[in-house]
């Protein structure tokens, strides 16, 4: 017997085109699960689609949605239900890194722009995921699992990064609240507050910063990708079901260094 079995589930993972993203689909794919990505780069989900057909297991499906827009999330929500016919787990999980100012530096537009992406994002993904779940509940079916991407930011301090981390602070905060409201319906709600890992938004970043991690960092390595797949399928599967509310770091001992 495979525990950790996801066929007939169905994720939606935001952001899910590249990076965290997209190493969580690959384990969702691979234990079954059928997952549609909701992301706003058309060539990025094109490449996606391709390299999760592949693998074989679950279904695939990709749409073009910004979740700064809320009627993009409401567009990508009807898609997937049309398609899939109904939502089980949703990892909110695209985010920006933010304006990278000093906080004497700080605009309202950046600071907007940040939190319209890493922290309304979710909640509005949230908002339209947990209506189709408690609608289930209600019908008989409850159950349901929230996941959103946080960072160690959310925790710790870092340079021209008040922003980012702010932003991170309040979905840890989501995380807690959805978690006590929404049991009632069998809905989970948890946070994984990543530390390093090489991404295309790490990739921009000064070279320098990558070495000071490295040696920060307890495991002296960055995040293993591999590693993410069976994290998600976890935080997925039914094996979590008595966790909830909690804000994990998943970051080689970083937090504690």
């Given at each position: ?10 994720a939606?993972i ?5 990076g ?6 690959r384990?969702?794919?691979?234990a079954?699960?059928n997952?549609?990505i909701?992301?706003?780069n ?6 996606a ?9 679950g279904?695939v499906l990709?749409?073009l949605?910004d979740?700064?827009?809320e009627s993009?999330?409401?567009e990508a ?11 089980d787990?949703?990892f909110a999980?695209?985010g ?6 000093r906080?004497?530096?700080?605009t ?6 940040t939190?319209?992406?890493n ?8 908002k339209h ?9 209600e019908?008989?079916d ?9 960072s ?5 301090g ?6 980012y981390a ?7 905060g989501?995380?807690r609240g959805?978690?006590?409201e929404l049991a009632?319906y ?13 991404t295309?938004?790490t990739a921009?970043?000064n070279p320098?910063?990558?070495e000071?991690m490295s040696?920060r960092?307890?495991?002296?390595r960055?995040?293993d990708?591999g590693g ?23 970051d080689?001992?970083l937090?504690?260094?």
């Amino acid at each position: 017997m495979n525990l950790f079995d996801l066929s007939g589930r169905v994720a939606v993972i935001t952001g899910g085109n590249g990076g965290l993203g997209l190493g969580m689909a690959r384990g969702l794919v691979k234990a079954g699960a059928n997952v549609a990505i909701w992301a706003r780069n058309e060539a990025k989900n094109n490449a996606a689609f391709e390299e999760l057909s592949e693998i074989g297991g679950g279904r695939v499906l990709t749409q073009l949605c910004d979740v700064a827009r809320e009627s993009d999330i409401e567009e990508a929500m009807r898609v997937t239900l049309d398609v899939f016919g109904r939502v089980d787990i949703a990892f909110a999980n695209a985010g920006i890194s933010g304006a990278g100012t000093r906080i004497p530096d700080i605009t309202a537009e950046g600071w907007d722009a940040t939190f319209a992406v890493n922290t309304r994002g979710p909640a509005l993904v949230y908002k339209h995921v947990s209506r189709h779940m408690i609608e289930r509940a209600e019908n008989g079916d409850a159950g349901g699992k929230l996941i959103v991407t946080s960072s160690g930011q959310s925790i710790m301090g870092v340079n021209k990064s008040s922003d980012y981390a702010a932003s991170k602070a309040a979905v840890n905060g989501l995380t807690r609240g959805a978690a006590f409201e929404l049991a009632r319906y069998g809905i989970t709600a948890n946070a994984l507050l990543f530390g390093y890992y090489e991404t295309d938004i790490t990739a921009k970043a000064n070279p320098r910063f990558a070495e000071w991690m490295s040696q920060r960092i307890p495991l002296r390595r960055p995040g293993d990708h591999g590693g993410l797949e069976g994290l998600a399928v976890f935080f997925a599967s039914p094996h979590s079901d008595y966790i909830t509310g909690q804000c994990l770091p998943v970051d080689g001992g970083l937090s504690i260094s």
